[in-house]
């Protein structure tokens, strides 16, 4: 053989070609081990809780804060008007589109469509004054009343709209559990950080007036997230959350007039479980 080096060569190469070849076919790169560039869509409902907060009513002939004032959510339990096209936004739900701007991270904008509805028949202190005190059943007396139905109804059930962006990581955690085959099913821990803007429409009956009952962008809130991603054959999950956060109302319309309006803040916390679609377009 006149050339051995180059023989020697050209076979190595041969062999090295094989070699790869039945490496990719034996161990092909996993589509869940590459997120960039993938879109999502998650929907889902929650359950949330919220801290005391104090409410200040503003009119032409009022002007009086509540304090320490209590509210609870208002769930519709496994129900399906959750996948009722006609009916879906009614429940507390949750609804999300993203895209993976690279392997860890992901944007998104969302829908938190919470309700919050405050605690009536409870003894609050109070300041400041308003029309014919004591015609409501309110009882006011040493710096408290009661609300009473008669004196306020203060709900955002249609709802408490946090419209809001997010930036979030996303991390393979399958191995900790001994998951070696991601695209069967792929176990991830994600978390992030979100800002957005309340968009609630709220239900208010206050001293007899009456209500507005429409959209109005209210305020703003900050939130951050933690939760666990269960992805089934690529494409399918679902994926549970607890997200808490602050929200700053400066500008609830509560009737018909513009002259009145209510400001309030509070912290909020929701627990979360949805179902969800991830592809690559």
Known sequence: MKHPFLMAVLSFCVFSQYTFSQETVENPEKYTSKNKG???IFWG???????????RFKGADYDFTLYDVTAHDKPKGWHIDYFNPARMTIPQTNL???YFISDHYNISIGVDHMKYVMDNDRRVNYSG?????GSYNENPANGQLTLDEAFLLFEHTDGLNYINTEIARVDDISHLFGLPNTDKFQINLTEGLGAGILLPKT???LLGKERHDDFNVAGFGLSAKAGL????FKHFFVQTELKGGFIEMNNIRTTQSKADSAEQNFWFFQQIITVGGIFRL
């Open 38 to 40: 993938k879109f999502f």
């Open 45 to 55: 409902g929650n359950r949330e809780s919220y801290s005391k907060s104090d409410i």
């Open 96 to 98: 999300r589109i993203g």
């Open 129 to 133: 004054n308003y029309p014919n005190p």
């Open 203 to 205: 239900n208010v009956t």
């Open 229 to 232: 991603n269960f992805t089934f």
